[in-house]
């Protein structure tokens, strides 16, 4: 059998020789370098940042003090703020405002939603966090965006009011109006020589102001723009801030204000507010930073962007304590802020709250405050009647009846006329015996009823019904002198006045004295004049053989005391009772009314008020008050 033929094995190939590895390329001192700074090996020192990056985000509150602890000593007063840029340093570096000396009031300036609310809650938050509210207090008015509203519970801030709670707005500035007075006197009695001085005295235990609980407060108006008016009321409160600004640096006492447009603070306010801080101007001109208005134009319409007196370029910090450095969602971090405020300053008194008006002021209350009397003191201080609680020092409103001998009461129906008169009337009792004061009364309502002794009343002369007050015409025959019952009440009482007439041989100080009568003082009580004159025979004319002696009432112990329907008022000023009570000065409480009802003129205007709340008019001003609050029984 045969075989086939093998195939012939393929020939061996020869060895190859193995591949030469290809050196490493060789790499530049440049490419070695940015090798170990990329895998971060880099330990050496880093070049010179020429540029620092620009000032667009702003830094969180407590970083930005966390940055101004590590570089600075804390001071008295002076407040970290944000972040300055400094070109020519080559800095961004922490900027702080110091309300001290020539800076101790400031204004911020710019156009609106660019930050200025911002920058005052910053300012409270930084001095919140430097400060212990026992040295260091805010008082609110918010006029712009109710941003401050959300700090009113830390411990440094004694109170926020909108621009909706006017009364809280009138007795903010009205409470540091009394500090600066009560610093005054401070100053004059321990012979004080300045403000250091007397933090040094305060916080000495053993010295007399250390019971004062403010230390340097700050009025902050956010909006100025809104806040401003010419109206009598605001006119009035513009005044008293310019009085806190002049005079309340030397006393602790400062003022920071924002506004949109510079041109709205008026030139006397606007010079006393020495730091101004300028944001991105409503208008080109609208500046007063005017050393550099290049710099000025160069503030970018960015919330928080703004520029000061060295004319550098400043990012406010957010006013937030969480770290983050932004403004997104601050609305949800005011709580936290506000609690770690409370938990750094715990066991500290916090600042001494606003005090308002009550919506009532009970008599009661009122004749427990001073000044109080007796019918055994002086016939000044008996006359000395207290009608009400004042807006301005919440102390009693006075009227002195020794010297200014009659009470008018206005306001419309249910404005709380008759319970003011009823308050003045138990002031009186209070102060005065049977034997030092008798009353007449018209009161044709019945509203007071049980007010008044029998034993302080004349007799017979409880008037209830218009037949009362003009007796006369009810007789057919003729009037008999000796019957009280057929003579007018008006005919008795001035006869009774008229033999009090002092004569003409009396020296000053018998006439001084009164010494040439004895007897009790006469009160002549009318609730409602207007109705007595209505159904009066003579009108407004009623009772006018009293007229000569509304002028000689100090020398005749003669004294008025009546209330009127405000709707009345302008008839009731031209002749008559009240009209020459009021002309000779009368204590005059005018409540809630119309404008129209009231000639006011300029001094003051009539408008509609809360009950028992008005304007008190005596010798010595205007003021607000809320009346005593007596009412009838049902």
Not at 4 to 27: D, K, N
Not at 468 to 495: F, H, I, Q
Not at 550 to 574: E, P, Q, R, Y
């Amino acid at each position: 059998m045969s075989h086939p033929a093998p195939h012939p094995s393929p020939a061996p190939r020869p060895p190859q020789p193995a591949p030469m590895a290809t050196p490493p390329a060789a790499l530049s001192v440049r490419d070695r370098v940015m090798m170990q700074l990329i895998e971060g090996k880099w330990d050496g020192p880093r070049a010179y940042k020429m540029w620092l990056p620009p000032l667009v985000a702003p830094m969180a509150l407590d970083r930005l003090l966390s940055q101004d602890r590590a570089v600075n000593h804390s001071a008295h007063m002076r407040i970290p703020m944000g972040i300055i840029d400094n070109p020519r340093k080559h800095s961004q570096t922490v900027w702080s405002i110091t309300l001290d000396g020539t800076t101790s009031n400031a204004a911020i300036g710019g156009a609106t939603l660019l930050g200025k609310s911002t920058f005052v809650q910053t300012m409270i938050l930084s001095g919140a966090c430097t400060h212990s509210p026992r040295d260091l207090q805010f008082y609110c008015l918010d006029y712009s965006s109710n941003q401050l509203v959300q700090l009113e519970d830390l411990p440094h801030v004694g109170g926020v009011a909108t621009e909706l709670e006017e009364a809280k707005v009138r007795r903010t500035i009205a409470e540091l109006i009394n500090l600066l007075d009560r610093r005054r006197a401070y100053f004059t009695q321990h012979r004080i020589a300045g403000m250091a001085h007397y933090r040094q005295m305060r916080n000495d235990p053993n010295h007399p102001v250390s019971q004062d609980p403010f230390g340097d407060a700050v009025l902050i108006i956010d909006g100025w723009s809104t806040f401003y008016g010419t109206d009598p009321d605001k006119e009035k409160l513009v005044e008293q801030i310019i009085t806190l600004a002049t005079n309340g640096p030397g006393f602790g006492i400062h003022v920071v204000i924002t506004t949109n447009r510079w041109s709205d603070l008026r030139s006397r306010i606007r010079d006393l507010l020495g730091l101004k801080v300028e944001f991105h101007p409503a208008s080109p001109d609208d500046t007063v930073l005017n050393d550099n208005r290049k710099a000025l134009k160069s503030i970018p319409k960015r919330a928080g962007r703004c520029m000061s007196a060295e004319y550098l370029h400043i990012m406010i910090a957010a006013p937030r304590l969480d770290g983050a450095d932004t403004m997104a969602g601050i609305a949800d971090t005011y709580a936290q802020t506000r609690e770690l405020i409370a938990h750094q300053w715990q066991g500290h008194q916090p600042a001494p709250p606003v005090r308002t008006l009550p919506d009532r002021v009970p008599v009661a209350d009122l004749l427990r405050m001073k000044p109080l009397a007796t019918p055994q003191d002086s016939y000044k201080d008996r006359w000395t009647i207290p009608v009400g609680l004042l807006e301005q020092t919440m102390q009693p409103a006075i009227a002195d009846l020794a010297n200014y001998p009659h009470l008018l009461v206005f306001g419309d129906s249910r404005s709380g006329k008759t319970s003011a008169l009823r308050a003045a009337v138990r002031g009186i009792l209070q102060r005065n015996s049977e034997k030092q004061v008798a009353f007449i009364v018209v009161d044709y309502r019945g509203k007071l009823l049980g007010l008044i002794p029998d034993s302080y009343m004349v007799p017979n002369m409880y008037l209830r019904n218009p037949n009362d007050v003009e007796r006369s015409k009810m007789r057919s025959g003729p009037t008999d002198p000796n019957d009280p019952m057929s003579v007018d009440p008006s005919s008795l009482l001035a006869g009774l006045l008229n033999t009090r007439r002092p004569p003409a041989s009396l020296t000053a100080e018998q006439l001084k004295e009164r010494s040439w009568w004895e007897g009790y003082d006469v009160v002549l009580v009318i609730d409602d004049f207007h109705q007595m004159t209505q159904a009066h025979s003579h009108t407004n004319s009623a009772m006018s053989e009293l007229l000569p002696y509304i002028s000689s009432a100090t020398d005749v112990g003669f004294h008025l005391v009546a209330s009127c329907h405000m709707k009345f008022a302008n008839s009731l000023m031209t002749r008559g009772l009240i009209s020459s009570a009021y002309g000779m000065g009368a204590s005059t409480i005018l409540l809630s009314g119309d404008k129209a009802d009231f000639p006011s003129g300029r001094e003051f205007s009539v408008i509609k008020r809360p009950k028992g709340q008005g304007l008190y008019r005596t010798a010595d001003g205007l003021e607000l008050i809320q009346a005593g609050f007596d009412p009838p029984a049902e």
